[in-house]
Each structure stands twice: as structure tokens, then as C-alpha cells.
């Protein structure tokens, strides 16, 4: 992750950080988070919370079973720090019901941004981790599904590029690569987050098995 694609990041939503108040302990994402799964946790059965709960888009739930997952390896897997990276990035944009309105989970920018660079972090770690031009492909894609619903398409364009460069025969990111190209010069170009634009905010997929994924 450079240091020019994190300021970006800041620079998009700078206006909204003018206005938000610090995140307090009482927050839903802190709450969560403060709350580990049990100690007797196993490896199967956080696996299995976890695919429970991303499926059923409660991604800040997720995370500590992502968490257990990582503390119960044996060895530092990239797809569940991809995995982890997207329910990072889901529990970033995660909404709640209070009094019949549905708000955002997290209680202010500060606290959605420190989310996304988590999020952002554990991709270029599952980056390093990567063994394979796939694998590779796979975080770059992943990162420029995250970038686009914060607003970034040029980012994300980036990113897609370099994942049709690191595998050259997937598919997936080459369509990816030619749909952020035709976004972007489009006549109907818009800089706003995907989130805005009526797609999924989420950009988080089930767990994959720890080591199931090729390297």
C-alpha cells in the first residue's frame, strides 16, 4: 500500500473527517470487536462463525472469529488475511436500524477510515503472502473492489490493471480491468462510491477454507 494511495484516501473523505466527532468507546464496531471468541475456539469451529456471519453481511461480528482463525494457524495464510480484508472493509460500511432509521454502524468517519486501512494493511500483507500469479490477481482485485466503493475508481482502475498483469490468463481480471477503463471514460463518469451508485457496499465474499485457496 503506498503512501500516495493512502493520502488519497484521505483526501476523498477529508470533508467528512472536518465533521466528525472521535468514535467513543460505546460504539457498536468497539463493542464488537472488545468482545473475543471464546478461548476454546477452534480453528473448524471459527471457521465456521465466520462464514456464518459474513454471509449474513454482519461483518463486524466476523471479525474476531477472523481473528481466532489467525491466532490458530500454523502458518500465516494469504486468503484469510484477504478474508479478513473484506470483512474489515464490509464492517467499514456496515448499517444498523435505531428508532426505525438505518444509520451506519460505525459512529463516525474516523472510525469507518481506521477500518478501511485495516483493511488495506491486511491486503498488503495477504499481498506478500501470495505465492502464485492467481493469488496475486486475487488481492489486487480485491483491492480494487474496496478502493472503488470508497470513491477511488482511478485507484481501483490501477489495481485491476496490475491484477490482469499479474495473470495474464484469468479471465475475471481482465473483464475487470476493461469494465474500470469503460467506467471512467464513460460519458456517464461519476467519482461517487459504489455504495452510492446502488451496488454492494460490501465487497466481502465467504471465508474461503484456510489453505484452500491456490497459492
Do not use: K
Not at 27 to 40: M, W
Amino acid at each position: 500500500m503506498t503512501r500516495a494511495l493512502l493520502a488519497g484516501l484521505v483526501v476523498v473523505l477529508g470533508a467528512s473527517l472536518a465533521r466528525a466527532e472521535p468514535a467513543s468507546d460505546s460504539s457498536p464496531i468497539r463493542a464488537a470487536e472488545a468482545l473475543p471468541p471464546p478461548p476454546a475456539t477452534s480453528l473448524e469451529q471459527a471457521y465456521a462463525a465466520a462464514s456464518r456471519l459474513v454471509a449474513a453481511r454482519r461483518h463486524t461480528e466476523s471479525l474476531p472469529y477472523f481473528r481466532r482463525m489467525i491466532e490458530l494457524l500454523p502458518e500465516d495464510d494469504w486468503s484469510l488475511r484477504h478474508d479478513y480484508a473484506n470483512a474489515l472493509q464490509g464492517a467499514s460500511m456496515e448499517g444498523r436500524t435505531v428508532l426505525g432509521f438505518a444509520v451506519r454502524s460505525t459512529r463516525s468517519s474516523f472510525e469507518s477510515i481506521e477500518l478501511m486501512r485495516r483493511a488495506m494493511a491486511e491486503l498488503d500483507r495477504a499481498q506478500r503472502l501470495a505465492r502464485s500469479p492467481r493469488a496475486a490477481a486475487t488481492v489486487h482485485l480485491a483491492r480494487a473492489r474496496q478502493l472503488g466503493a470508497w470513491g477511488l475508481p482511478w485507484n481501483a482502475l490501477s489495481e485491476a490493471r496490475a491484477a490482469a498483469a499479474a495473470d495474464g490468463s484469468w479471465a475475471q481480471a481482465a473483464l475487470a480491468r476493461r469494465q474500470w477503463t469503460r467506467r471512467i471514460s464513460g460519458p456517464d463518469f461519476s467519482p461517487a462510491p459504489d455504495a452510492d451508485r446502488g451496488a454492494s457496499a460490501a465487497g466481502a465474499a465467504r471465508p474461503s477454507a484456510p489453505g484452500s485457496r491456490p497459492r
